[in-house]
């Protein structure tokens, strides 16, 4: 079995440890951007690195996954770190309202998102601040973009851009920001990394939790591919397939290649998505959990077998056990 510790500081006597007594390629996990440890990902990547340089088989494992907050300005504490947001969200509703109103109040809390503020939890930056769920139909449009992105769509700041779109909706919008790999120039330089594997699911261990990590591959390839372009499509698909499949140690897999195993996965690039998760009531005492559908995924082929096709299971069942053969 491979040594896989659940650690974030990928440093220490005891990973070396690890690496010489077991001689197994060694995954710890997790290299992620967080806002209240901005710096912290770039020491855990050069940890790794420079025991690859030594010739070790030492690899980190990052998540694709936001750690998103959403949150409305009706009802919310998210903003409590920045002391006038804070005293604003304190006030009753009406009140609240006419202080979103107020020019002088707007410049006080866009000045506590300004560039360069210390932040905590919260990453006080326009572009990393999105439209969740608009309330009203002539909104819609804008679910999935951000402030800053509004703003140069309505000519306005973004300051006005979020406070006239939540006072039109009551305060109800939802918007949502991500606590980890928010920082998009650091996630690149996570994802690229050749000493890090893209992915981090709990397997089926929080199924009744709305957001497990499954899906990681899908979201990768529709939203940090094909949304963002942190990377090309090509090397994505390197990184979820060639790499692990050669850590792990299971050489006919990972490449479409005569005499290799026919794992294809087909997809459409421009349609692949997360549909949202749904919870069903299947388990023992039916128990809830849930699942996650995907689309533009048209097929699913297995060991030359077509396994799922347009979403629906084909009755096929041509996986086996997979026995890994990593020095």
């Not at 020491?43 to 959403?70: H, P």
């Not at 850590?247 to 005569?258: A, K, M, S, T």
């Not at 699942?291 to 699913?300: E, F, L, N, V």
Request: hydrophobic content about 40%.
């Amino acid at each position: 079995a491979f040594a896989s510790p659940e650690h974030v500081g990928h440093s220490g006597q005891w990973y070396d440890t690890i690496l010489k007594e077991t001689r197994r390629p060694l995954i710890g996990e997790s290299i992620r951007h967080r806002w209240s440890e901005p710096d912290l990902w770039r020491k855990q990547l050069d940890d790794v690195e420079e025991r690859a340089r030594r010739g070790a088989a030492s690899f980190a494992m990052t998540s694709t996954r936001l750690a998103l907050r959403r949150w409305n300005l009706e009802e919310s504490n998210r903003l409590d770190e920045m002391p006038a947001w804070k005293r604003v969200m304190s006030m009753p509703l009406a009140a609240r309202k006419a202080a979103f109103l107020n020019q002088q109040t707007r410049r006080e809390l866009a000045g506590e998102m300004a560039p360069g503020r210390p932040a905590i939890n919260f990453s006080r930056r326009w572009d990393s601040i999105f439209v969740n769920q608009a309330c009203r139909t002539e909104y819609k449009n804008l679910q999935g973009k951000s402030i800053e992105e509004i703003g140069r769509l309505q000519g306005k700041s973004p300051i006005d851009a979020m406070l006239d779109l939540s006072l039109e909706e009551n305060l109800e919008t939802v918007f949502e920001d991500s606590i980890t790999q928010g920082d998009e120039k650091a996630v690149a330089a996570i994802f690229r990394s050749p000493y890090v594997m893209l992915g981090q699911s709990d397997a089926g261990a929080h199924v009744a939790s709305a957001n497990p990590g499954f899906g990681f591959g899908t979201f990768l390839l529709s939203y940090w591919v094909r949304q963002r372009q942190i990377m090309p499509m090509e090397e994505a698909i390197r990184k979820l397939t060639f790499m692990p499949a050669s850590i792990f140690g299971i050489h006919d897999r990972g490449l479409l290649r005569p005499g290799m195993a026919a794992d294809v996965f087909v997809f459409d690039p421009a349609a692949i998505d997360l549909e949202k998760p749904e919870q069903v009531n299947d388990l023992p005492e039916e128990a809830p959990r849930y699942i996650q559908h995907a689309r533009g995924i048209r097929y699913t082929i297995v060991n030359g077998s077509v396994l799922m096709q347009d979403g629906a299971h084909t009755g096929a069942y041509p996986g086996k056990v997979l026995r890994s053969r990593a020095i």
